[in-house]
């Protein structure tokens, strides 16, 4: 605890004197102020999160974090947590979105275990940072222990500064675990004050039952564990996931080495909540690469003062979202590295409007 706890200490807001020389930098280029709207606004905060005056995005990882749920027992999932281990052997084997979407953005994936209810020693690119064979069942009780809920915030951290030694400029953080939707609304429920029903939608598309299912074992878990939002480690315990800690800990372990992070749905924006409720500032270092169609997710977004850079109806996960964006990033930053100023392009009309 006590390293997670000076890890924490050191995550502070991104100061603003950058903020105005990125600032001024961006109205002296060749075009109107602001007229490049959103691509401003990304290249000024990665200045921002970075500190240094000439940012760059080359190294791009994606860390697809896997686990299993207890709560899934309780008919909250359209598909069976047999699916977990098989779609970890497909991120392995490249078939997946994520591979497609990362190779396309110019990523690497990083695939950890993070509590897989399966063996998965020895495949090859797996990463073993297993807590434990997936969570309990958080309507009985809370889906696991404080220290297993420190030790995978731990094992995030130790994902993102393993890759440190490889470069990492730009991160992005994806998740897949059966049954992961029904403890991300718990969350979202906790950390926003929302009710379940709220906050909950058909994750894997459960139908019309499955749904209500859903949203009475969340009821029944917040009534059984009563977790309490200004705990966030304590709602990590009582309603979380493995990956969900272990996406967690690398948003703060991304923080402290300011590298900005890309969110991906709303799993990844629930384990945003964690992150921001154990070190607030960290938030100042997380860029929400999509909103998707699961309903709690803008209610996550907007408790972290965050808004999406794409809309296209996605659930998947994995991921998928943050890659798609990380193009996007990295175009921004490339404006402000590489377009002409007034002066340097020998074009009058600096400070137009």
Same mark, same amino acid.
């Given at each position: 605890?006590?390293?997670? !706890?000076?890890?924490?200490?050191?995550?502070?807001?991104?100061?603003?004197?950058?903020?105005?020389?990125?600032?001024?930098?961006?109205?002296?280029?060749?075009?109107?102020?602001?007229?490049?709207?959103?691509?401003?606004?990304? %290249?000024?905060?990665?200045?921002?999160?970075?500190?240094?005056?000439?940012?760059?995005?080359?190294?791009?990882?994606?860390?697809?974090?896997?686990?299993?749920?207890?709560?899934?027992?309780?008919?909250?999932?359209?598909?069976?947590?047999?699916? &977990?281990?098989?779609?970890v052997?497909?991120?392995?084997?490249g078939?997946?979105?994520? $591979?497609?979407?990362?190779? +396309?953005?110019?990523?690497?994936?990083?695939? /950890?275990?993070?509590?897989?209810?399966?063996?998965?020693?020895?495949?090859?690119?797996?990463?073993?940072?297993?807590?434990?064979?997936?969570?309990? $069942?958080?309507?009985?009780?809370?889906?696991? &222990?404080?220290?297993e809920?420190?030790?995978?915030?731990?094992?995030?951290?130790?994902?993102?500064?393993? !890759?440190?030694e490889?470069?990492?400029?730009?991160?992005?953080?994806?998740?897949?675990?059966?049954?992961? &939707?029904?403890?991300?609304a718990?969350?979202? /429920?906790?950390?926003?004050?929302?009710?379940?029903? +709220?906050?909950?939608?058909?994750?894997?598309?459960?139908?019309?039952?499955?749904?209500?299912?859903?949203?009475?074992?969340?009821?029944?878990?917040?009534?059984?564990?009563?977790?309490?939002?200004?705990?966030?480690?304590?709602?990590? %315990?009582?309603?979380?996931?493995?990956e969900?800690?272990?996406?967690?800990?690398?948003?703060?372990?991304?923080?402290?080495?300011?590298?900005?992070?890309?969110?991906?749905?709303?799993?990844?924006?629930?384990?945003?909540?964690?992150?921001?409720?154990?070190?607030?500032?960290?938030?100042?270092?997380?860029?929400?690469g999509?909103?998707?169609?699961?309903?709690?997710?803008?209610?996550?977004?907007?408790?972290?003062?965050?808004?999406?850079l794409?809309?296209l109806?996605l659930?998947?996960g !994995?991921?998928?979202?943050?890659?798609?964006?990380?193009?996007?990033?990295?175009?921004?930053?490339?404006?402000? $590295?590489?377009?002409? &100023?007034?002066?340097?392009?020998?074009?009058?009309? +600096?400070?137009?409007?």
């Open positions: 605890m006590h390293r997670l !706890e000076n890890m924490l200490s050191q995550i502070v807001p991104v100061g603003s004197s950058r903020a105005d020389e990125a600032q001024a930098h961006l109205d002296s280029l060749t075009k109107p102020p602001g007229s490049l709207g959103v691509l401003e606004d990304l %290249a000024r905060r990665v200045v921002m999160i970075t500190d240094v005056v000439e940012p760059t995005v080359e190294n791009k990882v994606i860390f697809t974090l896997a686990a299993d749920h207890g709560v899934a027992k309780s008919g909250v999932s359209a598909f069976p947590p047999e699916v &977990t281990p098989q779609m052997m497909n991120f392995l084997q078939g997946a979105a994520i $591979n497609v979407l990362a190779k +396309e953005a110019g990523a690497r994936v990083v695939v /950890a275990d993070m509590g897989v209810a399966a063996d998965l020693d020895g495949r090859a690119g797996l990463i073993d940072k297993k807590v434990a064979y997936g969570t309990q $069942n958080m309507t009985d009780g809370a889906a696991m &222990t404080e220290d809920a420190v030790r995978s915030l731990l094992a995030g951290v130790e994902l993102f500064e393993a !890759e440190l490889r470069g990492v400029d730009l991160v992005g953080v994806g998740e897949m675990g059966i049954g992961n &939707t029904t403890a991300a718990a969350i979202t /429920a906790v950390m926003t004050g929302r009710p379940p029903a +709220e906050v909950t939608g058909r994750g894997t598309g459960v139908d019309a039952a499955g749904l209500a299912r859903k949203i009475d074992a969340i009821e029944t878990a917040l009534s059984v564990n009563a977790p309490h939002s200004d705990d966030a480690m304590g709602v990590l %315990a009582k309603v979380g996931g493995f969900v800690g272990g996406m967690a800990g690398v948003m703060l372990a991304a923080a402290v080495h300011r590298v900005p992070v890309i969110l991906d749905g709303f799993i990844a924006t629930a384990a945003a909540l964690i992150a921001q409720g154990l070190a607030p500032a960290v938030v100042d270092y997380l860029i929400a999509h909103r998707s169609v699961e309903v709690g997710h803008m209610a996550a977004l907007e408790k972290l003062g965050l808004s999406p794409l809309e109806s659930r998947l !994995e991921g998928t979202g943050a890659a798609l964006a990380m193009p996007m990033v990295a175009a921004a930053v490339a404006i402000y $590295n590489e377009m002409a &100023t007034f002066g340097e392009a020998g074009v009058s009309g +600096e400070g137009i409007s």
